[in-house]
């Protein structure tokens, strides 16, 4: 035990006491979750009457969840972005409670080419912590050998734009990361601010540097792919990590910040050098047990998602995974309490949680006419959509992902991830969806030249590979130049969906490749499948985004 671990030994108990009773509450609330979710309620309906969405909805009148429903239909962010753009302004009364200041704004794609924008308060902000110490308090529990031990974090940065009153919009877990507790800042291998390194390659080179001469006990993230991008950045830079870590230098493949280059000046370490060459030569190319003996793996693994894990079993031998929960920028939903599975208890103390059957979701034409079911009366084996009411000023919004109730934890639902939406593709977190891919066509169209036209007919789908794309499937036309319309097709994509972008800039995602089909495969298709549901061709509905994932 190294002298820092033993110094820290009394610090970490008494933060390890507090957040043992946090998970005691936690737990214990859903022996009762019927009656919290209604104090919850109750208590953000008081807290908002009187915002403009309050006043809108007469919410000083609702009393009970029937009349709740009767007030507030079922919604989704483009019924919120009045509200939301009147938030963003600097007018927070539209949607928050006076006493709750706005301290940044958590962003990521919408439907529509037009990003989201969600409001993190304190209160909000507080909700996200509690359910990341229960998380790892219980994690920790499981796998004691990582106690007091090094963590490489990675998190984006909560700065990729500033909001019209310069308040900073990006990731919530930056501003996690930011604010932590000393005591666990400590366990952070990753210095502050190596989120906001533009460069890809880069970033994750300093990531890896960071933590390959540090004993780390667990990687967490929230999508595996970038969890296999950093062992795999290693492994292109071998040679310049092997020596950076014999001389104590730091050398990235790009540009970063005087800041970090004074954050990573290390001691040569001759020692760890010669056994990663050691282990280079032994296995043909470096692997994380040359230089960590990690107790688990921390990431998302449900949906498509799972696609990753084979390949980070290959690259981390049979390292324990737990997963992270439902995460999004509106907020935390479930909380994992065991390895090896992508379900986790429904968060019920920082969200008011709808559930809407999936059959009846798919044949809905409205929102506002489904059935929702609370948290305790959902049954365990169906499926649902989730709708969600919390502090971050969201009423009833659907955040059209499809959850599996696998089990219970007291009254409350234990929910896995299986998809977002109907009509939404997702391969690496970038969630595409039908709307997108039609405005990317018909942008790649009107970006000029004959070579390039937009076509009407065309299907996307996702194809995961070492690296995954996007294929556009299409009939050959006089003039048109696929590999042109592909790319600007790509361009176009990003530009509609920042998570996409995100996704292609980072390498995370390929870019999208052209495949000619037949002439009148689509035709003989469409005719197919009018014939196949005896429907008329008028009520026919060509699918552009086909959201399986091919392989």
């Known amino acids: 035990m190294s002298l820092k671990t033993f110094l820290l030994r009394p610090i970490a108990f008494a933060a390890s006491v507090h957040a043992g009773r946090e998970v005691a509450r936690f737990l214990k609330a859903h022996e009762h979750t019927a009656r919290v979710q209604e104090q919850l309620l109750a208590q953000l309906l008081a807290a908002h009457a009187v915002t403009g969405f309050g006043r809108a909805h007469d919410l000083r009148a609702v009393r009970t969840y029937e009349e709740f429903v009767r007030a507030v239909p079922v919604g989704t962010y483009e019924t919120h972005r009045p509200y939301m753009d009147r938030v963003l302004a600097g007018e927070t009364s539209a949607l928050l409670q006076p006493s709750q200041r706005v301290l940044m704004f958590s962003q990521t ?52 734009r500033v909001s019209p009153t310069g308040l900073p919009c990006g990731a919530v877990s930056g501003l996690l990361a930011a604010t932590q507790k000393k005591i666990v800042r400590r366990m952070y291998c990753v210095p502050p601010g190596v989120g906001d390194i533009a460069d890809s390659d880069s970033r994750l080179y300093t990531v890896l540097r960071s933590g390959v001469d540090r004993d780390v006990a667990f990687i967490t993230t929230a999508n595996p792919s970038s969890t296999i991008a950093l062992i795999e950045t290693g492994q292109r830079h071998v040679e310049r990590l092997i020596r950076d870590v014999r001389d104590g230098t730091f050398t990235p493949p790009g540009e970063v910040h005087v800041y970090i280059h004074r954050r990573l000046r290390r001691r040569h370490n001759a020692a760890l050098a010669k056994h990663l060459e050691a282990g280079l030569r032994r296995d043909g190319r470096l692997l994380p047990r040359h230089f960590w003996k990690l107790s688990f793996l921390a990431n998302w693994t449900g ?112 929910i896995e991830f299986l998809s977002r939406g109907l009509h939404t593709a997702n391969i690496t977190g970038e969630k595409i969806t039908e709307h997108q891919v039609v405005a990317a066509m018909a942008a790649a169209g009107g970006r000029g030249g004959a070579d390039a036209g937009a076509v009407e007919r065309f299907v996307l789908q996702g194809r995961f590979a070492a690296t995954p794309f996007y294929e556009l499937r299409l009939e050959p036309r006089d003039g048109l130049d696929v590999t042109i319309l592909a790319s600007r097709f790509d361009e176009a994509l990003s530009e509609l969906n920042v998570e996409y972008h995100s996704k292609r800039k980072s390498g995370r995602l390929g870019p999208v490749t052209p495949t000619l089909l037949p002439p009148g495969t689509l035709e003989a298709a469409e005719h197919a499948a009018i014939t196949a549901r005896q429907g008329r061709r008028e009520q026919y509905k060509h699918k552009y985004l086909l959201t399986e994932i091919a392989k």
Request: hydrophobic share 40%; proline share 5%; net charge neutral.
């Open 109 to 160: 794609s919408g439907t529509t080419g037009l990003p989201k924008f969600i409001p993190v308060t304190p209160r909000s902000l507080s909700d996200a912590r509690r359910g990341w110490n229960v998380w790892g308090l219980t994690a920790l529990r499981d796998h004691r050998a990582a106690w007091l031990r090094y963590v490489v974090q990675l998190s984006s940065s909560m700065r990729e």
């Open 303 to 414: 949906g498509t998602l799972g696609l990753y894990l084979p390949r980070l079993r290959e690259l981390f031998d049979d390292v324990p995974i737990r997963d992270i929960g439902l995460l999004a920028s509106e907020g935390r939903f479930s909380v994992p309490v065991a390895d090896s599975t992508a379900a986790g208890v429904a968060e019920i103390l920082g969200n008011f949680l709808e559930f809407i059957p999936a059959e009846e979701y798919a044949g809905a034409s409205r929102l506002e006419a489904v059935t929702t079911l609370r948290a305790h009366e959902v049954e365990v084996g169906r499926e649902y959509f989730l709708v969600v009411s919390n502090w971050s000023g969201l009423w009833r919004y659907n955040m059209d992902d499809r959850v599996r109730v696998v089990g219970r934890l007291g009254q409350s639902p234990m």
